[in-house]
């Protein structure tokens, strides 16, 4: 079965630290992968996407996400935290074809002026 | 183009109740997921739903349902509800090619 662990339920950096959210997950077959961002009161929006090729992923607002199949990881990383980027953030797995989407429990990233 | 949008918002019943959620997926979009989030059990997928025939579903009890319409605009039902019923319900439309999921804001329910 799939599963999703995301390391840290919060996590605090400091504007302009490098941010590094971290991912496993458990698929029986090579998975989608995906970033989620969620603002408060607002739905989830796609930060990045993992189906197929290569694998660091480029996404929006500078992020940027590494499938490592080895080490079952798709951690979500920026160089330079900004204010606007504190959101909750939750990475996602598919099995291909995309049809059922299992999120993890999420993280909470606070960034400190 | 227009994204998802779900009706209504917010809304507010008692328990016992029964609730209808609307969803108006993006135009050319035949594939419409929902989703529950709670602060306790996080994202959870309830059914997903494909040219009017449900494709997938997740565990939840019987009490919740959905359809979907020719156009494909997607209802969920809840009937017979229950305080843990309250929670913020997402809906997601599909690309065509299936590998990418828009969000709607959501439809926020509290039952009192």
């Known amino acids: 079965a799939q599963s999703v662990t995301q390391l840290g339920s919060h996590v605090s950096v400091s504007e302009g630290a490098l941010v590094l959210l971290r991912c496993n997950y458990s698929?029986?077959?090579?998975?989608?992968l995906f970033w989620y961002v969620q603002y408060p009161n607002q739905g989830l929006q796609l930060l990045l996407k993992?189906?197929?090729?290569?694998?660091l992923v480029k996404g929006i607002n500078g992020f940027e996400a590494e499938f490592k199949k080895s080490e079952t990881s798709f951690h979500l990383t920026k160089p330079s935290a900004h204010m606007s980027d504190a959101a909750e953030y939750f990475c996602a797995v598919s099995d291909p074809p995309y049809d059922k989407v299992i999120f993890g429990p999420g993280t909470s990233l606070s960034v400190i002026p | 183009k227009a994204g998802v949008t779900q009706t209504p918002r917010y809304l507010i019943k008692t328990r016992g109740q029964q609730v209808t959620l609307s969803c108006s997926p993006i135009?050319?979009?035949?594939?419409v997921s929902w989703y529950q989030q709670t602060p306790g059990q996080g994202l959870q997928f309830l059914f997903e739903y494909f040219s009017e025939t449900q494709r997938n579903k997740g565990n939840f009890p019987g009490r919740f349902s959905g359809r979907q319409f020719s156009n494909s605009r997607s209802e969920m039902n809840v009937s017979t509800l229950e305080l843990g019923d309250s929670a913020l319900y997402l809906c997601a439309s599909s690309s065509p090619l299936g590998n990418e999921q828009f969000f709607g804001p959501g439809t926020r329910l509290t039952v009192l």
């Open positions: 135009s050319g979009h035949r594939s």
């Open positions: 993992y189906t197929t090729g290569a694998t």
């Open positions: 698929s029986s077959v090579p998975p989608y």
